[in-house]
């Protein structure tokens, strides 16, 4: 016999559980323009394994996906002592992540004595009319035979999310593509997977795509390098530099093709203090190489030199495309208060140039913002609440692996529900972009070397599972999704669902709507529940409904 069951998309489902453990979905509410999804599960008596494919039937069949939720093995869950009791389990072992294409000509694999889940999603095109859709999804075994059937209503309101006005970065790691399907960079197959991985940062509401004009000066080993994936031509004749653009115009075409609104412009100086350049790599009297890197100091006249050279033409370029306004700028990532003085020297030598650019950088600490040193600071999500009280304009914030207590976060072994936590969260305190380091990042701590992700989440005993990447290396050159990205995505799904409907009721009205269900709502409290999350969004939908309908 074939147990089923259908569940939603804030629950995860490891092999060892019972279906039983779960709550069952019978019913939701979307906007007819969202992208939604549930999980059906399945189990077999020991003597009933084998394969079915998975049927969606109903009117909304058209708009339906199918995938099948592989488990990853995580060998750190989270850091000792990090258990704040909203993770799911704190043991390495296998955790549901990769949202994996199906095989065998659309069909699962139903193993003895093991629940497993498929992932079904609905992406709705604003095309549906305002109605309750009956829908099934069913598993037909290889003889025809409908082995099992799950049931429920989709009811389609009639209005649709407006925009995602959030500004959102995950850190695009172009030479984790190059290392890891074995091409030269800015070959042309490396171009393929780079708009491959950017289409689906784009659907999964990426905005902001990080822009290596220069190998990225991020996760670097002192005295290590990445490899080089520099879309500027350097060349240089003497004392005098001439630049190309032709990789940097053909990204940026590529950007426009895919949907991308903005540039993240690598980081100008090193990591964690901005002591140094970045590698940069130029034609220098017909050879090329290296001319900056760990050796050369960052606010020294060289280094400064070259800045102050490079930066004008740059935007002189970018002025001429119409795209200068695109562009957000960094000077170095999370500098603590020691790094003080020598983030302040690094800026100077460029701040003249960028003024009324956003120049902005993950921090934690409140005298960068304090001193005016950082006008759009970027503190991390469990360091926001000072910059929250002093009503810091256009506030951003992140996380990484670091912010792992009571915050919400994207880690593996934390539950879906925490992981969509941020959305309410960021709509109540009016945040403006969100950054997050790893959207697929393959390499191990400080980029010694390489990983496969598919084998190894943690980045070789280095962080907690999830914090790398949000995307796996597809066979085919594509990206494939982790059910963690499109959480998340659901999370600015809520935000957008939200501001409609605080168009028809203020924004007062929509946070009390929201805490009535989640209690107050802080960046340091995360649900704890899925019913939760999903109450509160039939409650925004059920006042959208209420205005349009």
């Known amino acids: 016999m074939i147990k089923t069951a259908l569940i939603s998309s804030l629950e995860k489902c490891f092999p060892d559980q019972k279906i039983e453990d779960f709550k069952p979905l019978s019913a939701l509410s979307v906007l007819n323009n969202e992208r939604f999804s549930v999980q059906l599960l399945f189990c077999s008596e020991p003597d009933h394994a084998g394969r079915a494919i998975v049927r969606v039937d109903g009117a909304l069949a058209p708009f339906a996906s199918v995938r099948f939720v592989k488990n990853i093995r ?6 000792p002592g990090c258990d704040d009791g909203n993770y799911l389990r704190t043991e390495p072992g296998l955790y549901p992540d990769l949202l994996q294409p199906l095989h065998y000509g659309g069909a699962v694999s139903i193993m003895k004595d093991q ?12 095309s549906v009319a305002a109605d309750t859709y009956p829908c099934a999804i069913t598993l037909v075994d290889g003889l025809g035979n409908e082995v099992a059937t799950e049931r429920f209503e989709v009811r389609v309101i009639g209005a649709s999310l407006p925009e995602q006005e959030l500004i959102l970065t995950q850190w695009f790691h172009t030479d984790c593509l190059a290392n890891y399907y074995r091409v030269d960079a800015w070959s042309e197959e490396h171009w393929r997977i780079v708009e491959n991985f ?40 003497g004392d005098t530099y001439s630049f190309g653009y032709d990789k940097l115009d053909r990204w940026i075409d590529m950007c426009d093709r895919v949907g991308i609104k903005y540039f993240e412009i690598a980081h100008l100086f090193t990591q964690w203090g901005a002591a140094h ?8 009297d017909g050879e090329y190489k290296k001319i900056f890197g760990w050796e050369t100091e960052a606010a020294g006249k060289d280094y400064s030199t070259f800045l102050r050279t490079f930066l004008p033409d740059f935007l002189a370029h970018m002025k001429a495309r119409g795209d200068d306004k695109r562009c957000y700028f960094h000077i170095s990532d999370e500098p603590n208060t020691e790094q003080l003085e020598s983030y302040k020297a690094a800026k100077a030598v460029v701040a003249d140039i960028l003024e009324g650019y956003p120049i902005m950088d993950a921090l934690s600490n409140f005298e960068f913002f304090k001193q005016g040193i950082v006008p759009l600071p970027i503190p991390s999500n469990d360091h926001i609440a000072s910059f929250i009280e002093a009503e810091v304009p256009n506030l951003w914030t992140y996380y990484c692996c670091g912010q792992c207590v009571n915050v919400s976060n994207r880690l593996m072994a934390m539950p879906s529900w925490r992981n969509r936590s941020i959305g309410y969260q960021m709509y109540k305190y009016d945040i403006a972009g969100f950054l997050q380091w790893g959207y697929n990042f393959y390499n191990t701590c400080g980029s010694v070397d390489p990983i496969n992700p ?19 290396p597809g066979l085919d050159g594509t990206a494939w999704e982790s059910l963690r990205i499109i959480v998340f995505h659901e999370a600015l799904q809520d935000i957008r669902a939200m501001k409609l409907a605080e168009k028809y009721y203020g924004k007062d009205a929509v946070i009390a709507a929201a805490e009535e269900i989640l209690g107050e709502i802080r960046f340091d409290r995360c649900a704890t529940c899925a019913g939760s999350i999903l109450a509160m969004r039939e409650k925004i939908n059920g006042m959208i409904a209420a205005a349009v309908e």
């Open 277 to 284: 350049a970045p590698k940069v790599m130029a034609t220098v």
């Open 198 to 237: 950017a289409a689906t940062a784009k659907k999964n509401g990426i905005n902001l795509l990080l822009t290596p004009i220069f190998t990225p000066a991020l996760d670097t080993t002192v005295g290590g390098e990445r490899t080089t994936v520099q879309l500027i031509d350097v060349c240089k004749n």
């Open 454 to 472: 598919f084998v190894d989440a943690c980045g070789e005993y280095w962080v907690p599972g999830g914090d790398t990447y949000s995307v796996y």
């Open 115 to 126: 629940t497993q889940s498929a992932w079904v999603e609905f992406d709705l095109d604003g």
């Open 74 to 79: 995580v060998d750190i869950p989270t850091f």
